[in-house]
């Protein structure tokens, strides 16, 4: 049973960092894409940042280029989102998502206000 759970969402000021966690479980996590989405009140949701299984490969949202970095640990079966300069923009419910098996986590709430 594929699982995905995020972590490390809260309260932060403009200009703050946060650091996003995703722990997977229930399939071979070394050999599975992996992606983060947001969705924002009101609006759709929205892909952030991608990371390759094999070779790493990254690729981001214009919008948080330069500001938010994907990176994964095998060995922990998890996937991280360091966000960066945040702004009020950044504000929204943020997602991992494993493309292989269609599958999302619960979310976890990210707020940038002063």
């Known amino acids: 049973q594929v699982q995905l759970v995020e972590s490390g969402g809260g309260l932060v000021q403009p200009g703050g960092s946060l650091r996003l966690s995703c722990a997977a479980s229930?399939?071979?996590?070394?050999?599975?894409?992996m992606r983060w989405y947001r969705q924002a009140p009101g609006k759709e949701r929205e892909l952030v940042a991608s990371?390759?299984?094999?070779?790493?490969?990254?690729k981001y949202q214009d919008s948080v280029k330069g500001r938010f970095t994907i990176s994964r640990d095998n060995a922990r079966n998890t996937v991280y989102l360091q966000m960066n300069t945040l702004k009020p923009d950044d504000t929204a419910v943020y997602y991992c998502?494993?493309?292989?098996?269609?599958?999302w986590g619960q979310g976890t709430q990210v707020t940038v206000s002063s």
């Open positions: 998502y494993v493309p292989m098996f269609d599958s």
């Open positions: 990371i390759g299984s094999a070779n790493g490969y990254t």
């Open positions: 229930g399939f071979t996590f070394s050999s599975a894409a």
